[in-house]
């Protein structure tokens, strides 16, 4: 089993920033990719970003060039810097991690830019 611990979330003003942390325990074995998706109210679940086996990083178009994802493999780590916030942010967020048996979700950590 894998334990995924999320930190970071917060109120912040729009322009602000926020950094996202997500540290990953348990039998973890292989990790194919680490990332982070949001949920706002009333909306499916969205890919935030992603690291992916060899780093290779994916972004959804809203968040480009504002936001930017790095991971701490010796630490089994996934970070969000958030630049920029907007309002639209707005949403909880969650780690995903996948190796190669299945998919694993933190428990959301509150974001809220205010505008």
């Known amino acids: 089993q894998v334990q995924l611990v999320e930190s970071g979330g917060s109120l912040v003003q729009a322009g602000g920033s926020l950094r996202l942390s997500c540290a990953a325990s348990?039998?973890?074995?292989?990790?194919?990719?680490m990332g982070w998706y949001r949920q706002a109210p009333g909306k499916q679940r969205e890919l935030v970003a992603v690291?992916?086996?060899?780093?290779?990083?994916n972004y959804v178009d809203s968040v480009k060039g504002r936001f930017t994802i790095s991971r701490d493999n010796a630490k089994n780590t996934v970070y969000l810097q958030m630049n920029s916030l907007k309002p639209e942010d707005t949403a909880v967020y969650y780690c995903?991690?996948?190796?190669?048996?299945?998919?694993?979700w933190g428990q959301g950590t509150q974001v809220t830019v205010s505008s």
């Open positions: 348990g039998a973890i074995f292989s990790i194919n990719a």
């Open positions: 690291v992916i086996k060899g780093g290779i990083t």
């Open positions: 995903n991690l996948v190796n190669q048996f299945r998919t694993y």
